[in-house]
């Protein structure tokens, strides 16, 4: 009676998970995201176990596991799993040293890198209560802090604008003069005061208006360098952001999905110093044009596709990507490649490259 029971409450989830995977995954998961609700920091680490079910008839090995934040961990299996079996994904979130809403990723790669998926946790975390200094841990200049050196924007449609706030705090006793210098670049506009109080906390609007036009799409980076009373923070606050199209709200319009093969480029044990290629394959496997608005290779790495490229619905493209090989032995060099394109699900995509020296 058990057995049945065991059974019946395997098969229902198993309808569900179809609908949610990506097209290349072997893998189907109950759920691909878990809200851990209100928690406190005090109460140290909270964990989640994402059940999955292996649908292929092949063995599949999950082969490495990437979180967005050294906070996550996770326990997966290491043998393989046999085609119509179950495994389990247990995550880990350290809520130390964070506050308010908590977004994380998880990456699941499985042998060979060719298919992956994607898993999310978030809270909403309850911090110990700090003093300033503590609050605000980030050094800048004289007696300025911050709780943060990322002002991190996100998606932005072309034609639209958006601020984000930086937080400051004096934790002097005296008022300091403020001054703060930018890159100016890609329609960023900063708004801050000019004194800040002994102990008081103020708030840097940093706004956005991106223009429309081939040249506006991918990541933006920009700088803030904070000055106080005429003397400049050693490291600016870094402020990016994903310039992407303009989407339809019309979700019956024909739309394009991106498929890369393999997600995760691994070149293996190479000679130092050297130059590698490797071939993947980009398909579209959505009902209209995949349009390239922006390539961009970074970390020593290449890729022959160029901007305002496109693929053909139910097309594929053989694509080169290649990466330089550090000159130093026992090394990992980490490359990746941004793709911004008009696949409204996930118009930004990371290409990773890895390769080792002997």
């Known amino acids: 009676m058990k057995l049945k029971t065991l059974l019946i409450a395997f098969m229902m989830p198993a309808l569900l998970w179809a609908q949610e995977t990506t097209p290349q995954s072997p893998l189907q998961f109950d ?6 609700g209100n928690i406190d920091e005090a109460d140290g680490i909270v964990t989640h176990t994402f059940q999955f079910m292996n649908i292929s008839k092949e063995p599949v090995q999950i082969e490495n596991i990437a979180t967005s934040c050294g906070c996550v961990t996770a326990q997966y299996p290491t043998q393989p799993i046999e085609g119509g079996k179950y495994g389990e994904i247990t995550v880990h979130l350290n809520p130390a040293r964070t506050q308010g809403e908590v977004f994380r990723e998880i990456e699941i790669f499985t042998k060979g890198r060719r298919s992956y998926d994607r898993l999310f946790v978030f809270a909403d975390v309850n911090p110990i209560p700090m003093g300033l200094n503590e609050l605000y841990p980030h050094q800048l200049a004289g007696t300025v802090k ?6 991190n924007f996100g998606y932005i449609a072309q034609g639209e604008t958006m601020t984000r706030v930086v937080s400051l705090a004096n934790v002097g006793d005296k008022p300091v003069n403020l001054s703060i210098h930018t890159t100016k670049g890609y329609g960023m506009s900063v708004q801050y005061p000019e004194v800040i109080d002994a102990q008081e906390i103020v708030s840097i609007r940093v706004t956005y208006k991106i223009s429309t036009g081939k040249q506006h ?5 920009d700088t803030l360098w904070i000055e106080a009373d005429g003397v400049r923070s050693p490291e600016p606050i870094a402020v990016n952001a994903l310039r992407i199209e303009k989407f339809s709200e019309n979700e019956n319009r024909p739309k394009p999905v991106m498929r890369i093969e393999p997600a995760y480029v691994e070149f293996g044990s190479k000679s130092p110093g050297k130059n590698y290629k490797k071939t993947i394959t980009i398909g579209n496997t959505g009902n209209s044009d995949l349009v390239f608005h922006d390539v961009e290779a970074c970390q020593g790495t290449s890729i022959t596709l160029k901007n305002g490229q496109k693929i053909k619905p139910g ?4 694509v080169t990507v290649s990466i330089t090989n550090s000159s130093s032995a026992n090394e990992t060099t980490i490359g990746s490649i941004n793709l911004t394109t008009n696949d409204p699900t996930r118009p930004f995509r990371e290409l990773r490259l890895q390769i080792d020296t002997k």
């Open 31 to 36: 759920s691909y995201e878990w809200n851990f």
């Open 146 to 151: 911050t709780n943060s050196l990322r002002c």
């Open 217 to 221: 799409f991918g990541m933006t980076r």
């Open 315 to 318: 097309k594929e493209l053989k």
